[in-house]
């Protein structure tokens, strides 16, 4: 059990990182885990069950009724109220063209992904850069708190162990 914790923990993803605030999370945390969630349940409709019904014939068999269903879910579907007649092949009917089915989960799951990119960018040049962007944001915090002594001692200490990290430049 320890084995599996400690993978999930070591996942990117999952470790806590402090190089974001609220607003960030906000956008590449939740914003695509609310737009993933809709693309799943809007596509769960289309990939399990019949995704539409249209109104057929009643002489229509169960093959010919599947092909009619298909064929209204490949070509738009068109609003016609009950009271009016249906337009043959007029441009009223162009107009009343309801153009949403196949792309809208296609469409959520690009804007996931267009909302989780830059953190991921972010992340990609912050690891390859060699700074400690979680380092240097936490001392930043500890020298804001801190009184103006003990940030001296503490920047001083920090640059000293940066320095016999990086080798010292003569």
């Known amino acids: ?27 590449h945390f939740y914003t695509t885990a609310i737009l993933a969630v809709f693309a799943a349940i809007v596509s769960s409709k289309q990939y399990v069950g019949e995704p539409i019904n249209c109104w057929v014939p009643a002489h229509f068999s169960g093959s010919h009724e599947e092909y009619a269903n298909s064929f209204c879910w490949i070509r738009n579907t068109y609003y016609v109220p009950f009271t009016e007649e249906i337009p043959i092949k007029s441009p009223a009917r162009y107009q009343r063209m309801i153009p949403y089915y196949q792309w809208v989960p296609m469409i959520l799951l690009v804007q996931a992904l267009l909302f ?31 009184d103006l002594s003990h940030n001296r001692k503490t920047m001083l200490n920090y640059m000293t162990k940066q320095m016999d990290r990086y080798g010292r430049s003569t």
């Open 116 to 146: 989780y990119l830059p953190i991921a960018v972010w992340r990609s040049v912050c690891g390859h850069s060699g700074l400690d962007v979680g380092n240097l944001v936490s001392c930043g915090l500890t020298f804001s708190s801190a």
């Open 1 to 27: 059990m320890d084995r599996i914790v400690s993978v999930i923990g070591s996942l990117p993803s999952l470790v806590v990182q402090h190089d974001d605030d609220f607003a960030d999370r906000l956008s």
